[in-house]
């Protein structure tokens, strides 16, 4: 198909093109409301971050990772994405890690969020963090909160006994195995490509933890 | 200091930190989030506006009209820069396309405006609001179709590797007319994006007309030349910084959007602003990988040795690009008496092509390594032979010269060795395990070795602490402490005593990071400091330093050890120089080698490939750091494995953008696709290169990969593939009948 013209696009041409298209369309009437509106009301939040308790107001539309970032400069957790794509943003909450940039900070009133800040220091590492340092678990350190985050996490989650897409047996207990740990990490990207030295640097934590 | 004849005995020979697998000094920053990437710099810019940046809805064609007033009137804007009011604006001499749109488009996603607001959400909201009417223009977008009337243009892929328009040695027609045995075969490979972790990202501030942007680039000379030139001012009122980096790969090489429109942004708001560009604006705003097609023709007796070498490869790019140089490594590795090598380039309207990881070899040897694989079958010789029979250790091309070194030949056998490459069977499709078809591939690893120009200042402290500060960038690379290790060396002190401080503009000016030249060429420049503060130490304490030793702290002549602290006691000592190379690199060939095993296993109901062994072994000059520098193989042969098995940006060629812009849609490896990988360093140190006698490797271990597990692939199927990404729909009609596997 033949286009040379915005103005003489067929339906079809319009429909494929659409994400081509979003800004030239960007002018539904909701929005032109909401631009002419008030700043949008605060919402009153607390959160207890790293064992901190912070009262916040915040535009309802801010996620948790900004939150973090941007609101309390905790910016050890990162965004990869912004799309619940890439694991950067890894965080644990209440237990059980998520995807930071997933969700709103409203939705989370009162929760107990810990962040890679929360783990350890340079001066007094995690037992997870001192061992991505000596199997090189990292190269540019993007990922590397997240990596870790998400591996505490699933050490966790195997401890528990929750299973995975790759646990061939639930009634025996689960094991940290190569495939175990491979399979729950990968929700984390790493274009560094240090998976090898992950899986070691966990083996190993996972192995003392036993 | 100048590098003119090969490096004799020097203090990096003891190897007593050099060398050493150190475990990476930025590494506790990194473990805890401390360490800050451009976005994150809160203390240098407080209180910075946020910028959100909309990028253009059509490839090709202009902007009929801007009408930014919804915007303007938006909660908590504070500017909106479009080309209307930016003012005149230059275009960065490495840029192809100039990065802010208007009233032209030249490609998807090119910047066309910035929103400033007091929060991201804000700025995000009203950038939504922004009409902007586009006439859409016609453009090729279709490599495919404009691939025959695509005239030969040579090129350099701005990162080291470069490829002639037509050279020719011999008669090749001939040659290939009367051999034996030959191959025609065309490969193709697709776009493929760097999909670095941290995103384009910087803050930007003026102070009345000096601009300071925190980023994230690899080469921080050229994004303060380009981003001078661009907003046309003079180079001296810019500083960059960019001491964190989340990855480049090439992505980040060139002056990009994000700094331009952050440092508009601010001038139009009157304070600093922060820019992250979103993970699906990336892929088109900003540069990839081009997709090639190569056509390659191997001649070869019945003993298996080449007579006729072909290599013609076409890509594309926008008007004034460069062609991906996939031919490249096909000059220098092969012998072969006759030889054609051509490039083509078609005038494309995608977004801008250009270097990534290892341009050009990588592409190439993808191509050319499934070949010789194919070759090797068709001679019924083993695959590994067949490359070391066609070994050569001069230019194929000028015969009088040498490889300075070249250890192809060890990497192979040995690598085989340790693979166990004896237990692949010959004949494709036969190992098994259980639904399993396995298969074991090789392939030859190269890539040349580019010294570039670098400098670094030294200081010895008062309390002894050795400072280095140069411009070098840490991508990922280990540049932070194989620095501190050549410092901790020429020293003489621990690794504890050295402060290494990056990527800033204000200190001296150095390689920078890409084409694998970053380590070698950045610590040379920190050598040639090095020798200079050591005469200064020397001179301090009345010593002579051609006789002085620096070891464990103390600077050792005659017998007597002065503690090195002493020289700096009525103040510090600071040296400042340049390594520059003369012409070793013309009269010997520099390059790398390695050599890559891979098995795989493919699923004999569903065709999907995963691979289940990974080997590299590489010749590389001195490993500075055995840790880091396996890191950046296993790295490497991660994001081979993505280009053998999924990488592909989709092109649409009715609308001309690359379609899965997203980390969903692009896909790279993940954990689970990875298994333990090993790597193998012969042991070298080639001092034709440098003082550090080292060369690079974190491209090397990218190149050749994607064969490796393409013929591996094949072995365990018999399906050849020779167009990547090998997705499973492009062998799943033609593998063995699961009924006869069964049976067998
Ligand atoms: S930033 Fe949250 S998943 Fe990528
Ligand atoms: S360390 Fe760079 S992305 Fe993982």
Redesign the interface.
């Given at each position: 198909m033949e286009c040379t013209d915005g103005l003489h696009l067929s339906r079809r041409g319009v429909l494929a093109g659409g994400v081509a298209s979003v800004a030239v369309a960007a002018a539904p009437a909701a929005e032109a409301r909401l631009a002419s509106a008030a700043p949008p009301a605060m919402m009153p939040v607390s959160l207890e971050v790293n064992g901190r308790h912070h009262d916040l107001r915040l535009d309802p539309r801010t996620t948790l990772l900004d939150t973090l970032r941007d609101h309390l400069q905790l910016t050890g957790t990162k965004k990869g994405c912004d799309h619940g794509q890439c694991g950067a943003c890894t965080v644990i909450v209440n237990g059980h890690r998520i995807n930071s940039c997933l969700s709103l900070a409203v939705q989370h009133d009162r929760d107990r969020i810990t962040t890679i800040e929360g783990l350890g220091t340079p001066d007094r590492l995690h037992p997870m963090q001192a061992a991505f340092v000596r199997h090189d678990g990292f190269q540019c350190g993007y990922c590397t909160p997240g990596q870790i985050c998400s591996a505490v996490a699933v050490l966790d989650e195997i401890k528990a006994g929750i299973p995975s897409h790759v646990s061939h047996d639930l009634a025996t207990p689960m094991r940290p195995t190569n495939t175990e740990l491979r399979e729950r990490m990968s929700g984390n990207i790493c274009r560094c490509g240090a998976y090898s030295n992950i899986a070691e640097a966990i083996t190993e934590v996972a192995g003392a933890a036993a | 200091m100048k590098f003119d004849t090969p490096a004799g005995p020097n203090p990096i020979d003891r190897m007593k930190v050099v060398g050493q697998p150190h475990?990476?000094v930025?590494?506790?920053?990194?473990?805890?989030?401390?360490?800050?990437?451009a976005?994150?710099r809160?203390a240098v810019a407080p209180g910075a506006l946020y910028g959100f940046i909309?990028?253009?809805?059509?490839?090709k064609?202009r902007i009929a009209a801007i009408d930014t007033r919804?915007?303007d009137?938006?909660?908590?804007v504070k500017a909106v820069v479009s080309y209307l009011n930016a003012g005149p604006l230059g275009k960065g001499g490495k840029n192809t396309a100039k990065l802010l749109a208007g009233p032209e488009v030249d490609h998807?996603h090119q910047a066309?405006a910035i929103v400033v607001a007091d929060?991201?959400?804000?700025a995000r909201?009203?950038a939504?609001?922004?009409?902007?009417?586009?006439?859409?223009?016609?453009g090729a977008f279709d490599l495919a179709a404009a691939a025959p009337t695509a005239p030969l243009t040579g090129g350099s892929s701005k990162e080291g590797s470069a490829a002639p328009k037509l050279d020719r040695v011999g008669d090749f027609e001939s040659a290939f007319a009367a051999a034996p045995v030959t191959l025609d075969a065309t490969y193709t490979t697709p776009d493929e994006a760097?999909?670095?972790?941290?995103?384009f990202a910087t803050i930007a501030a003026w102070d009345g007309d000096r601009l300071t942007v925190w980023t994230s680039n690899q080469m921080i000379n050229w994004a303060h030349e380009d981003l001078a030139k661009t907003l046309g001012f003079a180079p001296d009122k810019l500083r960059v910084d960019s001491p964190?980096?989340?990855?480049?790969?090439g992505g980040k090489l060139f002056l990009r959007a994000d700094a331009v429109m952050a440092a508009l942004g601010a001038k139009a708001a009157g304070r600093p602003v922060k820019v992250?560009m979103?993970?699906?604006m990336m892929f088109n705003n900003a540069t990839h990988r081009p997709a090639t097609i190569q056509r390659i023709r191997l001649g070869a007796e019945r003993s298996g040795k080449l007579t006729a070498i072909a290599h013609e490869a076409t890509s594309g790019d926008l008007p004034g690009g460069s062609p991906e140089t996939a031919t490249s490594q096909t000059k220098l590795l092969y012998a072969a008496p006759n030889r054609l090598i051509g490039q083509r380039l078609a005038v494309l309207d995608l977004p801008e092509g250009n270097a990534m990881r290892a341009p050009g070899e990588a592409s190439g040897l993808m191509a050319l390594e499934i070949a010789m694989d194919e070759m090797a079958e068709k001679l019924g010789l083993d695959p590994v032979e067949f490359r070391i029979v066609n070994d050569t250790q001069v230019d194929p091309e000028k015969p009088g010269r040498q490889f300075s070194q070249r250890q192809l030949v060890r990497c192979l056998r040995e690598g085989a060795e340790r693979f166990g490459w004896r237990a692949r069977d010959a004949q494709p499709g036969r190992r098994r395990d259980g639904d399993t078809l396995i298969g074991l591939g090789v392939a030859t690893a190269f890539r040349n070795n580019i010294n570039m120009k670098s400098g670094a200042r030294v200081r010895l402290g008062g309390d002894g602490v050795v400072t280095v500060e140069t411009d070098m960038t840490d991508?990922?690379?280990?540049s932070y402490t194989v620095i501190a290790q050549t410092a901790a060396e020429m020293m003489g002190v621990g690794l504890d005593r050295v402060v290494v401080r990056l990527g800033d503009s204000d200190f001296p000016t150095s390689s920078g990071s890409g084409g694998q030249w970053g380590g070698n060429s950045s610590t040379s420049g920190v050598y040639a400091a090095c020798v200079k503060l050591r005469e200064a130490v020397a001179q301090r304490l009345g010593l002579d330093p051609a006789a002085c030793d620096f070891a464990d702290g103390e600077v050792r002549s005659g017998g007597r050890g002065v503690a090195l602290t002493s020289a700096a006691r009525d103040g510090e000592l600071v040296a400042d120089d340049t390594m520059t190379y003369g012409t070793l690199g013309k009269q010997y060939q520099q390059s790398t080698f390695g050599a890559h095993f891979v098995e795989v296993g493919v699923d004999a109901y569903t065709g999907e490939i995963r691979v289940r062994r990974m080997l590299a072994v590489c010749a590389a000059g001195r490993i500075l750091n055995p840790?880091?520098a396996?890191?950046?193989v296993?790295?490497?042969?991660?994001?081979g494995v993505g280009g053998a098995l999924m990488e592909e940006l989709v092109v649409?060629t009715?609308?001309g953008?690359f379609?899965n812009h997203?980390?969903?849609g692009y896909e790279?490896?993940?954990?689970?696709?990875?298994?333990?990988?090993e790597v193998v360093f012969l042991d070298e140190a080639d001092d034709k290169v440098s003082p550090m006698k080292a060369k690079g490797v974190g491209e090397l271990g990218l190149c050749g990969v994607g064969a490796a597990v393409a013929n591996a692939a094949y072995n365990a199927t018999g399906v050849r593939i020779r167009d990547y990404p090998l997705t499973l729909d492009k062998h799943l009609d033609r593998l063995p009948e699961v009924g006869a596997m069964r049976r067998a």
């Open positions: - | 475990d990476r930025d590494g506790p920053l990194k473990v805890t989030g401390t360490a800050p990437y976005y994150e809160h909309l990028g253009a809805a059509i490839a064609g919804r915007a009137a938006a909660p908590g998807y066309v929060t991201f959400e804000q909201a009203a939504r609001l922004i009409d902007v009417d586009y006439v859409r223009g016609s760097h999909a670095m972790m941290e995103p964190f980096i989340g990855g480049g790969f992250a979103t993970r699906p991508i990922g690379t280990g840790k880091t396996r890191s950046q296993i790295g490497a042969m991660t994001m649409d009715r609308f953008f379609v997203d980390l969903a790279v490896p993940v954990h689970a696709d990875i298994p333990h990988q």
